[in-house]
């Protein structure tokens, strides 16, 4: 037999609509919402306007459209609230805890955030609606960050912070909303006090906190160096097997070059500075003169020792006529490439002007092939990615892209001979959003790139500098998310040192790969400028510097 009881009466119907209706109306009466006569007029006009045998339905629909306009006169009251309390949420800050988020900016080691691992999809998408109800339904957070003051304090529960390579730590297992709320409530707190803080300095109402940057870095210095000494301490015990592809040292310079540069050599570390090469031993600490024979102010921009001791150098010296490549620091200069032997005579310099048009400009990565061919890495996007040239310097073609769909190859990175001498370039694909990275190896023959590996490194990752052999890899990578290991066999590449774990400053630190497989950082903490504006010039302080031999080995 049908069951009539879940059925309703017309009566029953309209008594709970009624209830429900003068409810709306309770809720509206209690905000003190008013509507405005215009809204009245327009429903009046509108219900005389309609045909006379829906005349029935006049108050009835006059009485509904009058609670529709309260509900939204409502809801945008809530929104505003919602909004007002994100508001106050911000200002409550006081102006020690928006100092301290300004602070760990500026005194950062990294200049972007990091992360122990990558979002999920689930968490992305989950992240972009919690943003939305943070910021429009008051929805935050019932706790904080977790700050630490090593990476190694991370227990592996909750979302942590750690400040010196503003680097976040997230739990293996998903991250819930509350995680999730915490990351949002931090970024906000700390874009707001970014904002604010340039405000209040622009206005004269406080000064940039210069003493509290130095006074963390400082600080951060001061226990980075007892670490270290630590480190050399244990790893000088080792001298004799500065070799070993697993041996990491740490050694304070103590020579007196103020580098710009540095590549590793067949058996030694080259540094540039202006108008000199220094040649350092490996696992050495200080530095001798190798050249400085140039034809007046001049700067090494890449070195590459070929196989036959050769040591190739791209320059930029400054011009002697009206005639001149780039501007560098106001000053203008030409670009050349020169090649010395292994005892540092000049042996032929090649003026690289005319390939201007082909969209050289500062030269960063170089390298000579077992043939002798030099591949310069050309900084443009219009398709034409690498210049060759024979041992002596004459024009043997360009590397083009245009067999690769929807390549983007990076202005300043990603150039090196793999294990299986070939030289390989990195390729990316994507907006910077959603950036596919790889490499490819160069086909001299046909000029151009194949044997593409792609998606080998993290979603999100800017881009891969050094491109060398690994010691039990095909490939080391540097990267501006830390040192990453590869074999061709392999799906992804391996992250072996993030970023965040870097024993010195990422941001703006040197690097070469030794023939070995070891990474070299070459960091500083403290600089010196000459000049003022567009002619301002920086160097590294010598004693300030210190190398750090990181292994490459898969760990």
Same mark, same amino acid.
């Given at each position: 037999?049908?069951?009539?009881?879940?059925?309703?009466?017309?009566?029953?119907?309209?008594?709970?609509?009624?209830?429900?209706?003068?409810?709306?109306?309770?809720?509206?009466?209690?905000?003190?919402?008013?509507?405005?006569?215009?809204?009245?007029?327009?429903?009046?006009?509108?219900?005389?306007s309609l045909p006379e045998q829906k005349k029935m339905f006049k108050m009835t629909w006059k009485r509904s459209i009058v609670l529709a306009?309260?509900?939204?006169?409502?809801?945008?009251?809530?929104?505003?609230?919602?909004?007002?309390?994100?508001?106050?949420?911000?200002?409550?800050?006081?102006?020690?805890?928006?100092?301290?988020?300004?602070?760990?900016?500026?005194?950062?080691?990294?200049?972007?955030?990091?992360?122990?691992?990558?979002?999920?999809?689930?968490?992305?998408?989950?992240?972009?609606?919690?943003?939305?109800?943070?910021?429009?339904?008051?929805?935050?957070?019932?706790?904080?960050?977790?700050?630490?003051?090593?990476?190694?304090? #991370?227990?592996?529960?909750?979302?942590?912070? #750690?400040?010196?390579?503003?680097?976040?730590?997230?739990?293996?297992?998903?991250?819930?909303?509350?995680?999730?709320?915490?990351?949002?409530?931090?970024?906000?707190?700390?874009?707001?006090?970014?904002?604010?803080m340039n405000e209040m300095i622009a206005d004269g109402e406080m000064i940039f906190p210069s003493e509290k940057i130095e006074e963390v870095?400082?600080?951060?210095?001061?226990?980075?160096?007892?670490?270290?000494?630590?480190?050399?301490?244990?790893?000088?015990?080792?001298?004799?097997?500065?070799?070993?592809?697993?041996?990491?040292?740490?050694?304070?310079?103590?020579?007196?070059?103020?580098?710009?540069?540095?590549?590793?050599?067949?058996?030694?570390?080259?540094?540039?500075?202006?108008?000199?090469?220094?040649?350092?031993?490996?696992?050495?600490?200080?530095?001798?003169?190798?050249?400085?024979?140039?034809?007046?102010?001049?700067?090494?921009?890449?070195?590459?020792?070929?196989?036959?001791?050769?040591?190739?150098?791209?320059?930029?010296?400054?011009?002697?006529?009206?005639?001149?490549?780039?501007?560098?620091?106001?000053?203008?200069?030409?670009?050349?490439?020169?090649?010395?032997?292994?005892?540092?005579?000049?042996?032929?310099?090649?003026?690289?002007?005319? #390939?201007?048009?082909?969209?050289?400009?500062?030269?960063?990565?170089?390298?000579?092939?077992?043939?002798?061919?030099?591949?310069?890495?050309?900084?443009?996007?219009?398709?034409?990615?690498?210049?060759?040239?024979?041992?002596?310097?004459?024009?043997?073609?360009?590397?083009?892209?245009?067999?690769?769909?929807?390549?983007?190859?990076?202005?300043?990175?990603?150039?090196?001979?793999?294990?299986?001498?070939?030289?390989?370039?990195?390729?990316?694909?994507?907006?910077?959003?959603?950036?596919?990275?790889?490499?490819?190896?160069?086909?001299?023959?046909?000029?151009?790139?194949?044997?593409?590996?792609?998606?080998?490194?993290?979603?999100?990752?800017?881009?891969?500098?050094?491109?060398?052999?690994?010691?039990?890899?095909?490939?080391?990578?540097?990267?501006?998310?830390?040192?990453?290991t590869y074999n061709l066999s392999d799906e992804s590449a391996f992250n072996i040192l993030p970023a965040y774990e870097a024993p010195c400053?990422?941001?703006?630190?040197?690097?070469?790969?030794?023939?070995?497989?070891?990474?070299?950082?070459?960091?500083?903490?403290?600089?010196?400028?000459?000049?003022?504006?567009?002619?301002?010039?920086?160097?590294?302080?010598?004693?300030?510097?210190?190398?750090? #031999?990181?292994?490459?080995?898969?760990?």
């Amino acid at each position: 037999m049908r069951d009539y009881t879940k059925f309703k009466t017309n009566n029953e119907k309209y008594e709970e609509r009624d209830n429900l209706e003068q409810k709306l109306f309770n809720m509206a009466a209690d905000e003190e919402i008013i509507l405005p006569e215009s809204i009245y007029k327009r429903v009046n006009d509108t219900l005389v306007s309609l045909p006379e045998q829906k005349k029935m339905f006049k108050m009835t629909w006059k009485r509904s459209i009058v609670l529709a306009a309260a509900l939204v006169t409502l809801m945008s009251v809530t929104v505003s609230a919602a909004v007002s309390a994100y508001r106050q949420r911000m200002e409550a800050m006081n102006q020690q805890e928006m100092e301290d988020y300004f602070v760990n900016i500026y005194s950062s080691k990294i200049g972007n955030d990091n992360y122990n691992r990558p979002y999920t999809a689930n968490e992305r998408s989950r992240m972009n609606e919690l943003k939305t109800s943070y910021e429009q339904e008051a929805l935050f957070p019932e706790g904080t960050l977790t700050m630490i003051s090593e990476p190694s304090q #991370y227990s592996g529960r909750g979302v942590s912070f #750690y400040r010196n390579t503003t680097t976040f730590f997230f739990p293996e297992a998903e991250m819930n909303d509350e995680e999730l709320l915490q990351i949002i409530d931090f970024l906000h707190k700390r874009d707001y006090s970014l904002q604010k803080m340039n405000e209040m300095i622009a206005d004269g109402e406080m000064i940039f906190p210069s003493e509290k940057i130095e006074e963390v870095k400082n600080n951060e210095n001061e226990l980075t160096n007892i670490i270290n000494a630590a480190v050399s301490a244990e790893s000088n015990t080792k001298s004799d097997a500065v070799w070993e592809p697993d041996n990491e040292l740490t050694i304070q310079y103590t020579g007196n070059l103020e580098i710009t540069g540095m590549a590793a050599g067949n058996d030694c570390i080259f540094l540039m500075g202006w108008n000199a090469i220094h040649k350092m031993e490996i696992g050495s600490s200080d530095s001798e003169l190798f050249f400085d024979d140039f034809d007046g102010k001049s700067t090494v921009t890449s070195l590459y020792q070929a196989k036959n001791g050769d040591i190739y150098i791209t320059l930029v010296e400054k011009a002697q006529s009206d005639e001149y490549d780039l501007k560098i620091s106001g000053e203008e200069y030409k670009i050349a490439l020169w090649i010395l032997s292994p005892e540092g005579e000049i042996k032929k310099k090649i003026d690289l002007s005319p #390939y201007k048009d082909k969209g050289l400009g500062l030269i960063k990565r170089m390298v000579v092939d077992e043939q002798g061919y030099i591949y310069i890495r050309i900084l443009n996007t219009a398709g034409k990615v690498l210049l060759v040239l024979d041992s002596e310097g004459n024009y043997v073609k360009e590397i083009s892209t245009s067999l690769v769909s929807d390549f983007h190859p990076h202005l300043l990175a990603g150039l090196g001979i793999g294990k299986d001498g070939k030289v390989y370039l990195q390729v990316d694909s994507g907006d910077i959003s959603e950036r596919h990275i790889g490499i490819a190896s160069v086909n001299l023959e046909e000029g151009c790139l194949e044997d593409i590996y792609m998606d080998i490194v993290p979603s999100g990752t800017i881009m891969l500098d050094i491109i060398s052999s690994g010691s039990d890899t095909d490939f080391v990578f540097w990267g501006y998310d830390g040192i990453f290991t590869y074999n061709l066999s392999d799906e992804s590449a391996f992250n072996i040192l993030p970023a965040y774990e870097a024993p010195c400053e990422w941001e703006g630190v040197l690097y070469c790969a030794l023939p070995d497989g070891r990474i070299v950082f070459g960091a500083c903490t403290e600089y010196r400028t000459e000049g003022s504006g567009e002619g301002v010039e920086v160097y590294r302080i010598p004693e300030k510097t210190c190398f750090y #031999y990181k292994s490459s080995i898969s760990k």
